[in-house]
């Protein structure tokens, strides 16, 4: 399948809160009518999202996002990336 034919939605994460002392970041996520809260814990590639609406959506392309480019990201900062799945 041509990559152009496939459905995308951008996503928008915005960091609200980084430690790196404690290998954590926090943020929102949003995409389409849905918005998350996460939890990035870099050290121990572990990540959690609330609420649980939508997660099963989000989890795996915020996941991927957050660990491309994690090093990156700095409080309050706003970030996009691309979620391949209409929602």
Known sequence: MNRS???ET???VRITQQSISM???EGEVQAAQYEW???WRFRHRH???QPSLGRALIQEPLERFLERCDHQLEAGGDY???VRTKM
């Open 10 to 12: 951008v996503a928008h």
């Open 80 to 82: 996009t990336f691309t």
């Open 37 to 39: 809260q996460f939890r």
């Open 5 to 7: 034919y496939l459905p």
């Open 23 to 25: 290998g954590k970041i």
């Open 47 to 49: 990540l959690s999202v």
